[in-house]
């Protein structure tokens, strides 16, 4: 699967589905309270934030460029951990907004 990719100044919500081993949705059923946990593995370039039902997860670029920096999302469900839901994100330049300037060296005249 590719890397999803978002921009430096996007969040997007990504939904929490529990499947079965053969990858089938299983409906119905919740993740156990509190255990639902969402991080980076560079945490320092994302803000993540769980959703108080534990049904969504908001992953939040903090401006940095990053290439396959990977989202893990652990939770339980009657106890048991299940194995954890990873998705690696690419961040990448949004639209121009601004002109910079860098000054060279100064010579003389």
Do not use: C
């Amino acid at each position: 699967m590719a890397n999803f990719v978002i921009t430096d100044s996007q969040n997007v919500d990504l939904t929490l589905a529990i499947t079965d081993a053969a990858g089938n949705a299983i409906t119905g059923d919740v993740l156990d309270a509190g255990t639902v946990t969402a991080a980076f593995a560079d945490g320092t370039e994302w803000t993540v934030t769980v959703s108080a039902d534990q049904t969504t997860v908001n992953a939040k670029a903090n401006g940095k460029l990053t290439v396959s920096d990977l989202l893990t999302v652990n939770g339980s469900q009657n106890g048991v951990a299940l194995t954890p839901a990873t998705l690696a994100f690419d961040v990448t330049t949004g639209t121009a907004t601004a002109i910079g300037l860098t000054p060279g060296t100064p010579v003389a005249n």
